[in-house]
């Protein structure tokens, strides 16, 4: 028995070698946790605490739905009738608190329906079957959607 027992640490510098890569291992991946997760991560769950702050401390850009209504009465009630009733203005015309300061100077965007509708109308298998979808190469014969459509409430 005694010289099974010497057989098996007969050459124990191997395990010695493989324990310490391993503690190295360990070592070097708590390293990198320390140097970069951030402090706050775990705080108050599976995220950041400090994004909330970091965040909130940033400014304003968006003016929302009822400052457009303010100067564009007309177009937000043509949208309230149509099926983008529920899609935001600035989902589309992008961020508009400078625009809604100062109109003169801070023009509003006018996107592209070329590019714009087919984000969100292309044909795609991921899609519901009732989103209406389209393959706009096929469907326009290259003219933009606001040919035929008005984006606001759209309708043939």
């Known amino acids: 028995m005694s010289k099974r027992r010497r057989s098996l640490f007969e050459d124990k510098q191997h395990l ?29 769950g599976h995220y950041r605490a ?26 937000i009630d043509a949208h309230k ?10 989902s589309c015309h992008g961020a508009q608190l400078g625009h809604s300061k100062d109109p003169a100077h801070a023009k509003a965007q006018k996107p592209d329906p070329k590019k714009l509708c087919p984000a969100c109308h ?4 991921a899609r519901p079957k009732w989103f209406k979808q389209v393959k706009s190469a096929e469907h326009s014969s290259g003219e933009p959607c606001n040919t035929c459509h008005q984006p606001h409430a759209p309708q043939l």
């Open 16 to 44: 010695v070698r493989m324990a310490g890569i391993f503690a190295a291992g360990i070592v070097i991946f708590l390293g990198l946790q320390m140097a970069l997760v951030p402090k706050t991560f775990g705080l108050y």
């Open 122 to 125: 292309e044909m795609n298998v």
């Open 50 to 75: 400090a994004a909330i702050g970091e965040e909130a401390s940033k400014p304003l850009t968006f003016a929302g739905r009822a400052t457009c209504a303010t100067c564009h009465l007309a177009v």
């Open 81 to 90: 009738a149509g099926k983008h009733a529920r899609i935001g203005c600035e």
